[in-house]
């Protein structure tokens, strides 16, 4: 961290996706000549929402284009719990499969916490079942959740080593918030983890060197709340309206981040773009860990 403050480098989460993904198709190639092995990645998407829509067409799009064998079950809204388990439980059985991945939010009338852990852990590749959450808490291998090591592979690609750094991360959920702290006390930071009932957010933020927010709140984190020099990490995925008032009108949105990135580039070293930071890595770390499960499922790793 012998970086001067702003204005910030931008971490650009394009040029380390395509890297992950290139090494992940070569893999597949790899594995698929020496051994036979197609990975294969199952995703399940229940309902119309837009935005999971677009998600999981990407991961479908993604994992073909990886050589690996792809398969989208998309279900009704008013599919029942049933038959969603019933899903999960044919798809762990399954030998193609090798990763299954629930997209949430699931529609209210589904219980998502028994639908994750139906999967088996050996399968979650997006590291939410009790085990896999409880591996990473153990500091023990297993399969992380995407967005998380998203973030450390962008951390460690632009700072490298980060023993001893003050880390803050701005959220506390499963998804994100959690484990990015866990991944970073294994990357042997000091780490704070800030939620809704933090005292003085601003001036815990300031501490950190490194500052991950995953909190969904647009721009919420501003200049002056960065220590100058720092490594912002914004998870954030928040559609707002457009600034321009004739776009705003026409009911135009766009995407932006938990920071406000105008005035953090001012401050910090690095910084993520919101889009095309780690939203970009997300994918790219999914398929890499299908390949880490296929591997296991036949004592290649
Ligand atoms: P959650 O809503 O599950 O968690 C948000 C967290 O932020 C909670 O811990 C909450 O605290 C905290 N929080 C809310 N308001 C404040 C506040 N005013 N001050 C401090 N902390 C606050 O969100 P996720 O973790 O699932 O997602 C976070 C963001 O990351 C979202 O914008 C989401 O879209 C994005 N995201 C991006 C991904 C990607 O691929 N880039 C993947 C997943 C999520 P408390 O626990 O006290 O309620």
Redesign the pocket.
């Known amino acids: 961290m012998a970086e001067s403050a702003g204005p910030a480098k931008i971490i650009d989460g394009k040029i380390y996706a395509e890297r992950l993904h290139a090494q992940v198709t070569a893999e597949v190639a790899r594995l698929k000549a020496e051994h036979g092995l197609t990975p294969g990645l199952a995703v399940v998407l229940v309902g119309d929402d837009p935005a999971s829509q677009i998600y999981v067409r990407s991961k479908g799009e993604q994992s073909k284009a990886a050589g690996m064998h792809s398969a989208t079950h998309r279900l009704a809204e008013q599919t029942t719990q049933a038959e969603l388990l019933g899903l999960v439980a044919a798809l762990n059985a399954d030998p193609a499969i090798h990763g299954i991945l629930v997209q949430l939010p699931l529609p209210k009338h589904l219980d998502e916490r028994a639908a994750i852990a139906a999967i088996d852990p050996a399968k979650d590749v997006d590291g939410l079942t009790m085990i896999n959450a409880g591996r990473l808490a153990s500091g023990l291998p297993g399969l992380y959740p995407c ?1 998380p090591v998203g973030c450390m592979v962008l951390l460690r690609e632009t700072i490298g080593d980060l023993t001893g750094l003050r880390a803050v991360v ?4 499963m ?3 959690r484990p990015v702290a866990q991944l970073l006390i294994q990357a042997d930071c000091t780490v704070t983890v ?5 005292r003085d ?1 601003p001036a815990v933020c300031r501490e950190a060197d490194i500052l991950v927010a ?4 647009p721009r ?1 984190i501003r200049g002056d709340w960065i220590k100058p020099g720092a490594a912002v990490i914004d ?4 559609r707002v309206p457009f600034d321009d008032p004739v776009k705003a009108a026409q009911g135009k949105t766009k995407v932006v981040g ?1 920071v406000h990135f105008k005035e953090a580039a001012k401050v910090a070293a690095w910084i993520t773009p919101a889009p095309g930071g ?2 970009l890595m ?1 994918v790219a770390v999914l398929l890499q860990n299908t390949v880490t499960a296929a591997k296991q499922s036949v004592g290649l790793a």
């Open positions: 967005t701005v959220g506390r959920s998804l994100v918030g800030a939620h809704s009932r933090t957010l995953a909190v969904g709140r919420m998870v954030g995925i928040n938990d780690v939203g997300t």
